[in-house]
């Protein structure tokens, strides 16, 4: 049996933002980090750990006069027994902490990157002691066969990176999009206030932008108000205030306008049912942009449609969850084939319409029926398939959050691609002009420019999930 007793002495003062982190070390393969809220100033910790069997381990620790007990099996399945409501366990693995290392020589602290190679960790890995350094900012870990080496692990970033069940639902429910509730409105922002913010980003006057971006991450849409319409190329100035323009086989800019012998459906009066754009590409664009150039009022139809596909995921999830899972498991196939164009194409992607991350969060939705090729798939999978898919469809048809709105000239919608479908009535022109003039923007351009934003000079919550597939 294994026995130890750590103690740590402390005033309110020493404790950065009301917590103090503590340590525990378990000799058979990880470390316990626990971190005390501060509610009323605890000056007095003391640790106890006794293991049992290899399998079964209990933790005692006491904090002040009061006690707190965990209780696990292996090293990823706990309970804890909580009196106080005020403490939560961490722990990591031998490995993960190991890998991780910040010391100089693991890693390079201006560009962060990790520098050591990592075929040289010895192998078992195992502490030999552990202690606080200095300053208490960081843990300093000794290992048995790397006598040579005290690594280092800033606390704080233990504790944010901390990948216990707790900790890794919490972020999940972060990230969880949050559908637009609201007959026929968008969140809206106005353009000249966040023009206004571009030259001061992230640092002198960034809350228009940042709203903006907020709608985006949140509700997947943003409605910019007056962008005025006598230049063209705004929509490029409004989707480079979040990142680089993305170019597609459409060119850097595109007309939604009707013209003879489109190149695309888009660019005729027919009515457009919901899909996202370039379903065929690896990465379809992340944002797109629609610049309401001209609307005639004598134009009858053409609104624009909008529907949040995670919302309807998830209800076809709650209702049909044996044709979701037909839907996660077997494969579409995204064509777009066209050889008569001065930028001939042909491009064919297979993918599955709905992905799930391992804990089973939808992190992608891909529909796009008028760009849909022929299926191939195991024969007993073709009927489950199209059984599966017609039931999807009708629930988005039905959906109550389905929103239609007639853009009016000036508008610009913004939204996710990847996560808002989107499709329009049909319209009849009456000798009325209806033009938009449309962008992209990569997803991963709009993600960065909200963590940053969030992070630098916002709340630095997370962005939430935008159907680029990410697991987080
Ligand atoms: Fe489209
Ligand atoms: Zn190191």
Known sequence: ????????????????????????????????????????????????????????????????????????????????????????????????????????????????????????????????????????????????????????????????????????????????????????SLPEVEYSTIMESREGLWKVYPRPFNRMLSQLSDHGVSLVKNVPHDDEENVLKVGRLIGPIQETIYGKMFDVVSTPNPINIAYSSVGLSYHIDLAYYESPPGLQLLHCLRFDSDIEGGESLFLDAFYVAEEFRKQFPKEFDDLVRIPGTFQKIHFERDYPVKLVYKRPHIVLSPDKEIVAVTWAPPFEGPLSVPEEDVEPYYRAYRLFSKMMEESPLQKSVRLHQGDLVCFNNRRILHGRNSFNLNGGVRHFKGAYVNIDEFRNAFQVTSELVGSGEPCRRSGNHCFL
Not at 1 to 21: D, G, H, P
Not at 44 to 54: G, L, Q, V
Not at 112 to 123: A, H, K, V, Y
Not at 158 to 165: F, M
Request: hydrophobic share 35%; charged share 25%; proline share 2%.
């Open 1 to 184: 049996m294994y026995f130890s007793t750590v103690e740590l002495n402390t005033t309110a003062s020493q404790c950065v933002n009301s917590f103090l982190l503590l340590l525990i070390i378990l000799k058979t393969g990880s470390v316990m980090l626990l971190r005390a809220s501060l509610r009323q100033p605890l000056c007095h910790f003391i640790w106890k750990r006794t293991k049992t069997t290899s399998s079964v381990n209990y933790i005692k620790a006491l904090v002040s006069e009061d006690c707190l007990e965990i209780e696990w099996n292996d090293g990823h399945k706990s309970r804890q027994v909580d009196k106080l409501n005020v403490l939560l366990w961490l722990q990591f693995h031998n490995s993960w902490l190991r890998f991780s290392c910040q010391c100089e020589h693991c890693k390079q602290s201006h560009s962060g990157q990790r520098t050591i190679d990592t075929l040289s960790i010895p192998e078992p890995l195992e502490i030999s002691d552990f202690s606080l350094s200095k300053n208490k900012e960081n843990l300093e870990v000794k290992w048995e066969n790397e006598r040579d080496h005290q690594g280092v692990l800033n606390l704080q970033w233990l504790r944010e990176n901390c990948y216990s069940e707790v900790a890794r639902k919490l972020d999940n429910k972060r990230r969880k999009t949050q559908p637009h509730i609201g007959e026929h």
